[in-house]
């Protein structure tokens, strides 16, 4: 069973960086993709960046450039690292795996198991 927690949330003023953690306990995280998304207050769900099996990264348009993904499969983890942070950016930020096989799209609908999501906020 996947069960997904995220780390390392918090508040942060503009302009400043934060690295989130998403910690796998199940058998299945080097297999499957891995997406995180966010969910403004107000606002629906948004995918932010999307991890392939191989490693391999890709971030959304809005925040191409500021975020990048990466896992560690050993550590059954991945990451994604917030720069230039602006206070449009606070949001609850979820990780998800696609559980089964396919394309890796940042298609919300397409992940089956999700952390419990972890609040950033980002004001001075």
């Known amino acids: 069973q996947v069960q997904l927690m995220e780390s390392g949330g918090g508040s942060v003023a503009p302009g400043g960086s934060l690295t989130l953690s998403c910690a796998d306990s199940g058998m299945t995280f080097r297999k499957f993709c891995m997406g995180w998304f966010r969910q403004a207050p107000g606002k629906a769900r948004e995918g932010v960046a999307i991890i392939a099996p191989d490693g391999r990264s890709g971030i959304a348009g809005p925040v191409k450039g500021r975020f990048t993904a990466s896992k560690n499969n050993t550590k059954n983890t991945a990451y994604v690292k917030r720069n230039s942070l602006t206070p449009v950016d606070t949001a609850i930020y979820y990780c998800?795996?696609?559980?089964?096989?396919?394309?890796?799209?940042?298609?919300?609908?397409?992940?089956?198991?999700w952390g419990g999501g972890i609040q950033i906020t980002v004001s001075s």
């Open positions: 998800a795996q696609m559980v089964g096989e396919g394309s890796c799209r940042l298609v919300a609908t397409d992940f089956s198991a």
